[in-house]
């Protein structure tokens, strides 16, 4: 570590020499004399007769550099502003930018302290991104308004989580999946366990648990549950949850059942061969399970396909012969008014084609992954982690990145595969003598792959019913698969389920979007009212049918309202407070400006900015280029024929990222992040953002940003902050949710050449 910093130091010197201008920020927000020691550090280069003799200085000084950095670290902690914090990051990116330079022109050292000190940035990026995830809100002003999905995803529910008898007999009194969660214990250094549960340890008897669950699993775009059903020759465990989830018309998610169709042993003991209750497959047991399950198929809320029930079995293997069991289910469900049936199994180890069982879909069901592809792919062990101090009794690591790759082998499949996608995978608190732990996962991988899993469906279904894609799981606390959220992760993978179905859609339905080139919605937020009435001047001028969306706050609605009412403009008014400049009331109105059927949105503000000598020149350019005659025809003309096309903005108000990126690194890296993309160099150089944030846009490319978890309260009080707040990190996000999907950011000038 005492290297790290020695080099983190170094390069703040360099970079002092180069840039120097930083410094007259830090002099004017950090402590004297955290700043007399960087200029000591400085003026010492200058006394070495300039940097070629700087690699003799460190060699020379090192003890010295290292104990004034430390001693440096009581003010970075302390005494030092957030400005500062945001700068050195800052500092480090340009430098990361600049290490090539620095090698072949200022001076050589050692190869190693070059891809040591990257390797540290990264480090810092990545623990940056971790500890993001903690923050993602746990209110929700979006609720995923910005596009209906066409997948219908699937979560697997265990309904394990209340007491009966039976359990209490076999495990102890009051057992429910919980007592194991609770009970883990991490089994090396790094390993996360246990798992909690961010909104506590529910009991699924309780209808508002429940009611809970299905708000959470619609807001973020789930489609349905599938609850595993446990049937035992006309007994079921673990019912009560099903069964009151059917008798309350109000959890209107749909769902569907998964016959878990195997022995209950001990195996959690080790004891699998100690069968606790058992399976007794028979024709007459066959019927009288179908008979059973039927006043679920019969629900309103019952998944079809095509209009037919959805049942899945778990282990069609176990049937003595389940191509007999499928015929007689699905005679007699001809005839008792279901009608026809659709069965589908989980493919575990399974690798048949569902014809031979007599059903009709497999479903992927990672992370169990069939022999053939885990042959194709190489090993996903990577063993016995004595390395981490992990004994081998205790269990095996494995890849989870290699469950990615054997998705991608199920999508080549000749039969009927639904896909599946899985957020993580550690059964410690199950097996803790034999634990089988995947390594490797994150919301921003999960993403990936959910979105890939989801265009894939999309474009191989044969109609819009089948597209049913499935994710393991909603609530395996116990095997460390579960998307609600815990006190790690917070509500990160739902978020990344949310914004995953969403770019899905997006880059499916890019191609065949129309855009009504007579109709457009301009939505203004109006702080200064003074102003308000230029920009209707110029808008009553549009030769377009025009609908305004107009937020402001209370204290101005009815002014606003007077004006709208005198120029006769359609017109919709959100009062707001000032909170989040113009970006958050952007936030809060777009769900209406989406429910009218827009698709694409001229953003204007009543821009002041008072810290500026040429601010009003500034809004009056920018009003002025986007409001010219023609201008918003030829903007609606231009969208509908170039796809690839998502923001325009005026001329001389976009910027380079990189030149303006400041203090909004960390935050920018964390929702750059969250809407997947990852804030790299080349991101970085190639980006460009509209400064001002009045622009054209399509819908599609800013629903990513406007998706995320966001509330009220994650939005800066206005104090008159020039930078630095997440209001102005949304500013130079806007144009990286157009990147996310594929889309580009140009100015009305190259829109017109």
């Known amino acids: 570590m005492r290297i790290f910093r020695e080099i983190q130091l170094a390069f703040l010197i360099i970079y002092s020499k180069i840039f120097s201008w930083h410094f007259r920020i830090l002099s004017k927000t950090v402590n004297s004399k955290l700043i007399t020691k960087f200029f000591n550090y400085k003026i010492f280069i200058y006394r070495t007769n300039g940097l070629g003799r700087l690699k003799k200085f460190l060699a020379i000084t090192k003890k010295k550099l290292v104990y004034n950095y430390m001693r440096c670290l009581p003010y970075t902690r302390h005494s030092i502003t957030c400005a500062l914090k945001k700068v050195i990051y800052s500092l480090l990116l340009t430098v990361k930018v600049c290490i090539d330079v620095i090698k072949n022109y200022i001076f050589k050292l050692p190869t190693y302290i070059f891809s040591r000190a990257e390797a540290y940035l990264k480090c810092t990026c990545i623990e940056q991104l971790e500890r993001s995830i903690k923050v993602i809100s746990n209110q929700d002003i979006t609720e995923n308004c910005f596009y209906k999905n066409s997948i219908r995803l699937i979560a697997f529910y265990l309904p394990q989580f209340h007491t009966i008898s039976e359990n209490d007999e076999w495990w102890g009194e009051g057992f429910t999946e919980w007592v194991n969660v609770k ?41 349905g549950f599938c609850f595993y059903f446990y049937w035992f020759k006309g007994k079921t465990l673990l019912e009560e949850p099903v069964r009151q989830y059917l008798n309350e018309p109000s959890l209107d998610l749909p769902f569907c059942l998964c016959w878990a169709n195997e022995n209950w042993t001990r195996t959690w003991d080790g004891l699998e061969k100690n069968i606790l209750i058992a399976q007794n497959h028979s024709d007459e047991d066959d019927i009288e399970f179908i008979k059973y399950i039927s006043v679920y198929l019969q629900d309103s809320r019952y998944i079809r396909i095509n209009g037919r029930p959805l049942l899945l079995v778990y282990s069609p293997d176990k049937f003595p012969e389940v191509k007999r069991t499928a015929s007689l289910w699905r005679d007699w469900c001809r005839k008792n008014g279901i009608g026809e049936i659709y069965l589908a199994y989980t493919q575990a180890d399974l690798e048949e084609e569902p014809y031979k069982y007599g059903f009709d879909a497999a479903i992927d069901f990672p992370p169990r992954i069939p022999s053939t592809i885990r042959s194709s792919i190489g090993t996903c062990e990577l063993g016995y982690s004595g390395h981490f101090g992990m004994s081998e009794n205790q269990g095996t690591l494995f890849d989870w990145n290699k469950l990615v790759e054997a998705s991608k082998c199920q999508m080549k499949r000749k039969y009927r595969m639904f896909l599946t996608v899985n957020p993580g995978w550690d059964n410690t608190p199950r097996r803790p003598n034999n634990a089988h732990i995947q390594l ?22 044969e109609n819009s019913d089948d597209n049913l894609v499935f994710v393991n799981a909603w609530n395996e606390w116990g095997e460390g698969a579960h998307l609600e959220p815990d006190l790690k992760n917070g509500y990160a993978y739902l978020e990344s389920t949310r914004i995953a179905l969403l770019k899905a859609e997006i880059n499916y339905s890019a191609t065949c979007e129309t855009i009504d080139q007579d109709r457009l919605a301009i939505v203004i937020h109006v702080f200064y ?184 309260e994650d939005f800066d009080i206005e104090q008159g902050q020039l930078d630095g707040t997440l209001a102005h990190v949304f500013e130079r996000t806007f144009s990286l949710s157009a990147m996310s999907v594929g889309q580009k950011v140009i100015t009305t000038t190259q829109m017109l050449l």
């Open 440 to 461: 490797g996962n994150s919301p921003y991988a999960y993403q990936k792959w959910l979105q890939d899993a989801s265009e894939w469906t999309l474009s191989n279904s």
């Open 183 to 223: 009970k883990a214990k991490p089994l090396f250094n790094g390993h996360y366990q246990p798992h909690i549960p961010l909104d506590g340890y529910y009991d699924l008897r309780n209808i508002e648990s429940q009611k809970r669950q299905v708000k959470l699993a619609k807001q973020h775009g789930l489609g």
């Open 529 to 712: 009212v003074d102003l308000l009435e230029g920009m209707l001047d110029k808008i009553k001028k549009i030769n377009l049918s025009v609908k305004i969306y107009i937020t402001t706050m209370t204290k101005y609605e009815q002014v606003v309202q007077r004006l709208l009412i005198k120029y006769e403009i359609d017109f919709y008014i959100l009062t707001v407070s000032n909170r989040g400049r113009d970006i958050l009331p952007f936030i809060k109105i777009m769900p209406y400006v989406v429910r009218d059927g827009y698709k694409v949105v001229l953003k204007l503000h009543t821009k002041q900015s008072t810290h500026r000598r040429d601010g009003n020149i500034w809004r009056q350019n920018m009003v002025n280029s986007l409001t010219a005659p023609h201008i918003s025809s030829t903007v609606l003309n231009y969208l509908a024929g170039n796809k690839d096309i998502g923001i325009i903005g005026p001329d001389q108000y976009i910027v380079p990222l990189s030149a303006f990126i400041g203090s909004n690194f960390n935050i920018l890296t964390d929702i750059a992040y969250r809407i997947g993309l990852k804030l790299n160099e080349e991101v970085i150089n190639t980006t460009n953002f509209i400064a001002g944030t009045m622009f054209y846009c399509r819908v599609s490319s800013i629903s990513p940003l406007l998706n995320l978890r966001i509330s009220e």
